[in-house]
């Protein structure tokens, strides 16, 4: 009986811990986290870029960690989709023949700028009302600009000359930071307002947002 007992013994041995961290397992509680998708309509000032205000949409997913406070702060991760919307600002300009004062060049300018972009970071929430964000911006800016001419002698215009369009994308990776309110509607959805700063092409974006925000 003793030659049988000892193998078995010495058999089980190893999983004694194996053991012993499963009912360590079984006794964690699960993390408290609840998930969260934001959507908003956005307004960007293009001005620094040489554009104007133009609507656009964002998307976003975050995940609450409700266990994790930072100072009574509750942290949150964040990732959005962005298309801040294609802005078009149009100059014109008259240049006259400094041989012939009869004779003039219109040149019409047009600059499209599209921007869009993917944001990820963490917010600070206050767990009543305010929150602060901030994180990376990975973004693409197109930017196209298509010139038109025109010759006026005597004060009679020519036939438009239209030039190639001069189209660049410009892609890079910037920070962000914002601050916003929550305001409960019902249990899991609230009306989210936000004002943001972007960095794109090293000049700051503002932009503004609303929208609603769900929880599950």
Do not use: C, H
């Amino acid at each position: 009986m003793k030659k049988i007992t000892v193998p078995i013994l010495l058999a089980l041995l190893p999983l004694a811990p194996m053991a012993q961290a499963i009912e360590y397992r079984e006794e964690l509680a699960p993390p408290n986290v609840a998930f969260f998708i934001e959507l908003q309509g956005t307004r960007t000032d293009f001005s620094r870029l040489g554009g104007d205000n133009k609507e656009g949409l964002r998307i976003r997913l975050g995940l609450d960690f409700k266990d994790v406070t930072v100072g009574g702060w509750m942290l949150r991760s964040e990732a959005g989709l962005n298309q801040f919307g294609t802005t078009r600002q149009s100059s014109s300009f008259t240049e006259t023949d400094p041989l012939d004062s009869t004779k003039d060049t219109i040149t019409d300018s047009t600059q499209q700028l599209r921007l869009n972009g993917i944001e990820a970071g963490l917010r600070l929430y206050d767990n009543r009302l305010f929150y602060v964000r901030g994180g990376a911006f990975v973004y693409s800016l197109r930017d196209r600009l298509e010139v038109t001419k025109t010759e006026v002698n005597g004060g009679v215009a020519g036939a438009p000359n239209q030039l190639p369009p001069q189209e660049e994308t410009i892609s890079g990776i910037g920070p962000y930071a914002g601050v916003g309110l929550e305001i409960p509607l019902v249990e899991s959805a609230k009306v989210v307002a936000e004002v943001n700063a972007y960095r794109v092409n090293s000049e700051s974006l503002s932009n503004l947002s609303i929208g609603f925000q769900f929880s599950f």
